[in-house]
């Protein structure tokens, strides 16, 4: 099973990136995916993720109004779009899968609760 993301690069202070993660190896379809970030010498964070089974998102303080977590499950694929970036954005952003479709809030915000992970992409913006 591999994770590949894409899509990170450098961008000014107020400008947009859309990261992709594509599956292979196995189907998520029901299952949660999402994205975390970890900025150098931070721990990894949560960022945004989305059920496999219904409409359900959720984001962290501050994703909620600027990025937007969507999934394509016809091509096992997860994307997150970056609006209004800031210099405090700046990381390696990794997306995640679960091995299962369970949602809760309290859990799919912990690194600990997914299962597949990608090699992550570097967002970096400049002020």
């Known amino acids: 099973v591999q994770l590949q993301a894409s899509g990170g690069g450098l961008v000014q202070t107020g400008g947009s990136l859309r990261l992709s993660c594509a599956a292979s190896g196995r189907t998520f379809r029901t299952n949660v995916m999402g994205w975390f970030r970890q900025a150098p010498g931070e721990e990894r964070e949560f960022v945004a993720a989305?059920?496999?089974?219904?409409?359900?998102?959720y984001y962290s303080a501050p994703a909620k109004g600027r990025f937007t977590i969507s999934r394509d499950k016809d091509k096992n694929t997860v994307h997150l779009q970056l609006n209004s970036l800031k210099p405090e954005d700046t990381g390696v952003y990794y997306c995640a899968a679960r091995g299962s479709a369970g949602w809760s809030i309290a859990v799919v915000t912990r690194p600990s609760a997914y299962d597949y992970w990608g090699q992550g992409t570097l967002v970096t913006v400049s002020s």
């Open positions: 989305a059920s496999g089974i219904g409409p359900s998102t």
